[in-house]
T-cell receptor
Framework: AQSVTQPDIHITVSEGASLELRCNYS??????LFWYVQSPGQGLQLLLK??????LVQGIKGFEAEFKRSQSSFNLRKPSVHWSDAAEYFC????????????FGTGTRLQVTL | GAGVSQSPSNKVTEKGKDVELRCDPISGHTALYWYRQSLGQGLEFLIYFQGNSAPDKSGLPSDRFSAERTGGSVSTLTIQRTQQEDSAVYLC?????????????FGPGTRLTVT
């Protein structure tokens, strides 16, 4: 069965600093990969997704992620963080060729200091 | 257009009572998913619908949990004889397609508290 690991439970960065959130997955084939963001009291919003092709994907709000097959990773990056980016971020994997139920990581809570 | 809606947004119930949670997916989305988000367990898949049928119920934690979907639209998640460990946020998502790289759009969730 597939699994997702987000090794950082909590990260604090200063506004304007760069950000990288780590995600590692376990799956035997090429998975579908997603990053979602959840603001307090809100549902999950899709930031970006990887299905195939170019391994560097661009998402909303200035986020990008890079799929590295050799490292089984799909890290999320942003060059310059804004205070409004403070939220919880979830990496998720979907299994190719079947109903796309998602398996989520445990999430990384991002705090932004001014 | 309208997103996924869920009701109620908050539900407090006494242990042993039954509860019903409702999900209204995005119009035209054939696939509907229920997830549970709780402290210590993260986000867990519960059940998935394709149309009105549920090909995958593997995530339902016990036979106290059931779900149905009617008219290929609204879904109801029912929890019978609620227990304190059922306290969580229940999230519903829908997608245009059930197979392949379908994006799932999530509702705001129902926060269930069992006292």
């Amino acid at each position: 069965a597939q699994s997702v690991t987000q090794p950082d439970i909590h990260i604090t960065v200063s506004e304007g600093a760069s950000l990288e959130l780590r995600c590692n997955y376990s799956y035997g084939a090429t998975p579908y990969l997603f990053w979602y963001v959840q603001s307090p009291g809100q549902g999950l919003q899709l930031l970006l997704k990887y299905f195939s092709g170019d391994t560097l994907v661009q998402g909303i709000k200035g986020f990008e992620a890079e799929f590295k097959r050799s490292q089984s990773s799909f890290n999320l990056r942003k060059p310059s963080v804004h205070w409004s980016d403070a939220a919880e971020y979830f990496c998720a994997v979907g299994v190719t060729g079947t109903a796309s139920k998602l398996t989520f990581g445990t999430g990384t809570r991002l705090q932004v200091t001014l | 257009g309208a997103g996924v809606s869920q009701s109620p947004s908050n539900k407090v119930t006494e242990k042993g009572k039954d509860v019903e949670l409702r999900c209204d997916p995005i119009s035209g989305h054939t696939a509907l998913y229920w997830y549970r988000q709780s402290l210590g367990q993260g986000l867990e898949f519960l059940i998935y619908f394709q149309g009105n049928s549920a090909p995958d119920k593997s995530g339902l934690p016990s036979d106290r949990f059931s779900a149905e979907r009617t008219g290929g639209s609204v879904s109801t998640l029912t929890i019978q004889r609620t227990q304190q460990e059922d306290s969580a946020v229940y999230l519903c998502a829908s997608s245009l397609m059930a197979t392949g790289p379908g994006e799932q759009y999530f509702g705001p969730g129902t926060r269930l508290t069992v006292t």
